[in-house]
């Protein structure tokens, strides 16, 4: 399956069969996240993958009781390496501790300011989190390619979820990705048209 294929036929699988997933196949999907473009080559990244069963437990009720988490053979959770950012990194690290969180403002702030050369602890987490996305869609269509199923999951305890994982200080969980074999097979969601979405 090529890329384009593996786009057009990309779908969210909620519901998973029983049947493991090879830990090859696991491992050729995260060097998929691995080789992923960063701002500056930063390679923001952490990824910690779990298949047990009781985790997988812990970690559904931290995802608000999505069944699926538990039922997917596999759970990554996709993180922020803020420490990849060196010194700013390390500053923006010291803001979350004291409760500094990004916000809707924040982002609006960054849009606007362009490209300052000064420290500014939202350019940090806002390129992080656009680096640990195009690395999670990497590993969600080298999924697809090989006949896996995958679902983003945002909805979850993100403090809760760090201390289940015993997450280190400085690494931030963005997302939980489901992966496994599907026991479904969902029509394709609506799409804007393509004259809608340029200009």
Known sequence: MDVLEAIESRRSIRKYREEPVPQELTRRILEA????????????????VVTDAGMKRRLKEAALGQK???????????????????????????????????????AVRFVRQGK?????????????????????EH??????????????????DAPAVEEL????EGIKVLTLLTLGYPAQSPGARPRKSLEEITF
């Open 139 to 156: 590993m969600v269509l080298a999924a697809t390619s090989l006949g896996l199923g995958t679902c983003w999951v945002r909805a979850f």
């Open 68 to 106: 699926f988490v538990e039922e997917a053979p596999v759970v990554i959770a996709c993180c922020l390496d803020l420490e990849a950012f060196a010194e700013r990194g390390r500053q923006t690290v010291k803001l979350l501790m004291r409760g500094v969180r990004p916000s809707l403002e924040m």
């Open 33 to 48: 996240a691995r080789l992923a473009p960063s701002t500056s080559n930063t390679q923001s990244w952490k990824f910690k």
């Open 116 to 136: 300052g050369k000064e420290f500014d602890p939202e350019r940090v987490i806002i390129n992080g989190a656009i680096n640990v996305s195009i690395a999670t």
């Open 165 to 168: 994982l015993e997450v280190p």
